[in-house]
């Protein structure tokens, strides 16, 4: 179990490193899903705990919004337990959770009818830059997340997903074509452009 | 100009900083009041096996009831297995590929999914409009009424276990949806056509499309567009 360190006064939350597209071997959250699956309501607080700190900082990248992330984080662990009896008997509850949490997005995406976010608008940024890191390292930390964020936001929909499921979400290609339902070529593609995009951009934000 | 990434040289993307920051920045957050029904795997399990045998016993009984055409007996062995015995094998592969899971839980390829949600509905088409005809059709068996009354019971043989997949199949698709909806569609659209084709004796190829194919289509529109709106997880 990794044991990852939050902000001042709040409670460590332990995160489970489930293999994603990976080994076949099973860890204690998709386990605790499985038996949420079968009955067991009591698994459910365990499986919210593993997950939502993953799942929030997934809709968090794709969204740019805090508030927006929280809400559809709320939202997809809603549609997971309505869903569970539908949880495929020996898989990993983290694609399952990120497909469901992609639903969610594009789901909000469409009732809001914009397909790409207004940059700079509402985004929040958690820019953690390291606890020894010097003013003038956090002050260019917090430069390249503005600009991280910037060109996210202007890149589309299918882009974006794929840039932040293999760079942020530490996906394999395979786990994260299996998430967005296409080929892996195809996720190649766009993950490419969107780090061409990411990479020019802060070369010329650095220059 | 920079070249398309090929299958094994995508960069590393280690030098893009995360603008959000690292997990559990912040304090916990409450989990969501589960309201809803979600019922557990052993229920889903056997609504969709009692969905399935609704399904099959729906149509065995309109079979049953209708009767088999006259001239099973006498058609050609290529006949039967291009309109009777392949309609109901891509139905079948249909099905099974619609709810395959998959190594990662999320289903089967989207090369397969697409592939069949063609093939099947295709094939079938293919072989009413070019079948070898196992004999000269009957005067006005190319009628429109002929074709319609056709039309109209395929349609109903097939709307049943469609409604059966509605209500069994309900958030158990998370990825794929509409792909895999259809391939639902398309397996009950081929089921119905292949028992017709076990029914009705009319070798038309007017007939055949229009009675016994043009079913098949709408019954996998039926399922891309509406099947998927209940079955998105």
Known sequence: ?207 | MTSEPNATDLPEFDDIPDPVGSLGVRAAPRPPALNGEALQRSATRNRRVAALMLSVSWLAAHLTVYGLRADLASLPPLYIAVEIALPFALAAASLAVALGVGRLGLGLSIAALSALAILGPLSFWLMAAGAPLPRVPEANSDSWLGAFVCMDITLAWAGVPILCAALSLRRAFPVAAGFRSALVGAACGLFAGAVMNLHCANVDRFHMLLGHAVPVLVAVLVGAFVLRRTARA
């Not at chain 1, 074509?177 to 080929?183: D, E, H, N, R, Y």
């Open chain 1, 1 to 207: 179990m990794n044991t990852v360190q939050p902000a001042a006064g709040a409670t460590p939350i332990e995160v489970s490193p489930n293999p994603v597209g990976g080994s076949a071997e099973l860890g204690p959250l998709d386990e605790a899903m499985s038996r949420y699956a079968d009955g067991d309501e009591t698994a459910f607080a365990e499986v919210f705990r593993g997950l939502s700190p993953r799942i929030q900082c997934f809709l968090q990248r794709l969204s740019g919004r805090r508030d927006v992330a929280d809400d559809l984080m709320q939202e997809t662990f809603l549609r997971m337990h309505r869903a569970r009896g539908s949880f495929a008997r020996g898989r990993s509850v983290v694609p399952w959770a990120y497909a469901i949490a992609r639903n969610c997005y594009i789901d909000h995406t469409r009732s809001r009818s914009k397909l790409r976010l207004a940059s700079g608008e509402g985004a929040e940024l958690d820019v953690a830059a390291g606890p020894e890191a010097s003013a003038e390292e956090a002050a260019f930390a917090r430069r390249s997340a503005l600009v991280v964020e910037r060109v996210l936001a202007g890149l589309t929909v299918a882009r974006r997903e794929a840039f932040v499921l293999l760079r942020y979400e530490g996906l394999s290609v395979e786990a994260a074509a299996q998430v967005l339902g296409i080929s892996e070529g195809a996720v190649k593609l766009r993950a490419f452009h969107a780090y061409e995009a990411l990479r020019a951009a802060l070369r010329e934000g650095n220059s």
